[in-house]
């Protein structure tokens, strides 16, 4: 439980969120074009679509965050 509250702790740290959204925002982008790029094109995005769009960026950061975490608690 300990970890889990770190992990939650370091979703807000300043020192991590810097670099964890430049990888949400790189990864993300690119993910998004992946698998919602057609959608966007044609005009398709339904609410589902923006929903998962947003999440194709928030799982990057949170991934991000969780890495720069666990690297910190190994030094």
């Known amino acids: 439980m300990k970890a889990i509250k770190g992990y939650l702790a370091a979703l807000v740290i300043p020192q991590l969120a810097v670099r964890a959204v430049r990888v949400a925002l790189v990864i993300g982008t690119l993910l998004f074009v992946i ?21 194709t960026y928030l799982v ?16």
């Open 60 to 75: 990057p950061y949170a991934v991000s965050i969780h890495g720069q975490y666990i690297g910190r608690e190994q030094s």
């Open 35 to 55: 698998n919602h790029g057609a959608a966007v094109r044609s005009r398709t995005m339904t609410q589902a679509r923006w929903i998962s769009a947003g999440l």
